[in-house]
């Protein structure tokens, strides 16, 4: 059996500007899909891979995060003296009672790769997940996206990067990997590179937010200087270890990314995830031919 994943990093301190107005008060994270906040099938997935120690770096507007996973005393109680037994499970449900919480501040926005070095403390050196939780990653009742890949980072004793292929236009959005096939779904990656013009793009497959990290990057972190859009960028981290250590997979998981960072990604999301509800399918299905 390979060994779980204790210990996920949420960056999470991104301001949101996407959705604003609605971001002046609600932290991205917890914008809903249905009835679940992005953050929650973040947490889920990091859960499903065995993590029982959530970091979530964050600023201080992003209070609402913390206050969702912490207990409800109020709500709770009301819940309990109703009899709303499934209610209340709900609400207790937001975290496993095994799995803790720990929040970090990142006191500036300098960049992803900044985030997850605020994480460090927490860390130490042993390896560890990285989740975005604008890329929502479906996989129905089969294995998460993290799951898959922290078995393949056990079984391979690697760094893995979660990558999908996007239209070759869109390579500015993201960090684009160089990578040689192995089987199927791995590859072993030759150079990475962040937010290239499609005409400098060595590929059009593309990082999506999911990572399975060795400690060690850390220290190439704290070497790492700004680089696309000034920022301090985890991309460019992951390069020096790849030329290190000449060892970082890139994995074509097995499900569904919706990019909640963008309001057509959470209208996907939402509406995919109604159509997974048989109570609600219908309904949705009859409004969209109207529509
Ligand atoms: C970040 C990473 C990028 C990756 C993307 C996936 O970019 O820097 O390499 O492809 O997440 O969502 P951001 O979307 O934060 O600009």
Redesign the pocket.
């Known amino acids: 059996m390979s060994k779980p994943l204790r210990k996920v990093v949420f960056p999470v301190a991104g301001l949101g500007t996407r959705f604003l107005p609605a971001t002046k008060v609600v932290a991205k994270e917890m914008l809903p899909v249905l009835d679940k906040p992005l953050i929650q099938y973040a947490v889920d997935e990091a859960v499903d891979a065995g993590a029982d120690t959530l970091i979530f770096v964050t600023n201080r507007y992003k209070h609402a995060i913390a206050d969702y996973f912490d207990k409800a005393y109020e709500l709770e109680s009301k819940l309990q003296e109703k009899g709303k037994a499934e209610l209340l499970a709900l609400v207790q449900g937001t975290l496993p009672r095994n799995v803790r919480a720990i929040f970090v501040t990142q006191p500036e926005a300098l960049g992803?790769g900044h985030a997850v070095l605020c994480a460090k403390p927490v860390v130490g050196d042993e390896p560890f997940g990285v989740v975005?939780p604008?890329?929502l990653i479906w996989n129905g009742p089969g294995k998460g996206a993290l799951r898959q890949m922290a078995e393949l980072a056990d079984a391979q004793q690697a760094g893995v990067i979660a990558v999908e292929e996007v239209p070759h236009d869109e390579t500015d959005k993201?960090?684009i990997v160089d990578a040689t096939p192995i089987d199927e779904r791995s590859a072993l990656i030759r150079s990475m590179v962040?937010k290239p013009k499609p005409a400098d793009a060595p590929s059009n497959l593309?990082?999506?937010?999911r990572y399975v990290l060795p400690g060690r990057i850390f220290q190439l972190l704290e070497q790492t200087t700004p680089g696309a859009g000034g920022e301090i960028?985890?991309?460019d981290a992951i390069d020096a270890l790849l030329r290190e250590q000449g060892k970082v997979l890139a994995h074509r998981f097995e499900g569904i990314r919706f990019d909640c960072?963008n309001k057509a990604g959470l209208v996907r999301a939402t509406m995919h995830m109604a159509m997974q509800d048989p109570k609600l399918a219908p309904t949705v299905r009859a409004f969209l031919e109207q529509l």
Not at 206 to 209: F, H, N, R, S, T
């Open positions: 992803l975005l604008d890329d993201y960090g962040e593309a990082v999506v937010g960028q985890l991309t960072g």
